[in-house]
């Protein structure tokens, strides 16, 4: 009986393998055996798809980069013309993308703990990540008519790290830890404010 993992192609089993565990353990403490284990795949295949670890790792934050600027960009589309819903929309981008049930923290908050050289192939990832909330909350505290957009951004995105490591604590916390946030609620405050 063929697993279901082994009907991925390979190198996805590997990106999978790679985000669970650099997510789960962190990138230093995960060893390239483990990948290879939990891929059901050989050191060559590996070694044919990535360059190495530090590429594995470049990719792994690529792939998590791309789907969470689709699940924003979603986000944004669901809001119409409406611009503090779109000021807004990162908070549920962040709910749809970590609706899962191992979903706490940030992937790229995580790594760029580990990863502090700008010559780490996946150092560009994490440069693109924080890019895009800068820009985008800033856009869109000027769209929101903020009179201080970048007062604004930086808020919502304190907002934002905030209701991130609100999952974090709620993950790691025997009975789920304290309510979220409402960080929804306090970026909405705080756009009125910034308006007035």
Known sequence: MVKAG????ARERLLDAAEELFFQHGIAATGVDAILRRA???PATLYAHFAGKDHLVAAYLQRRH???RATWDDALD????DPDARAL??????????SGAGARGCAFLAAAVEVTDPEHPAYRWLAADTQLLDDRLRALAEAAGADDPGALAAE???????ALAARTRRAVGDDGGPAPLPCRVLGATAIARHRA
């Open 6 to 9: 082994a009907r991925r192609p």
């Open 40 to 42: 059901e795949v050989a």
């Open 66 to 68: 791309e789907r969470w």
């Open 78 to 81: 669901r809001c119409g013309d």
């Open 89 to 98: 929309s990162v908070f549920d981008a962040l709910e749809t993308f970590q």
């Open 156 to 162: 919502l995105l304190a907002l934002y790290d905030g």
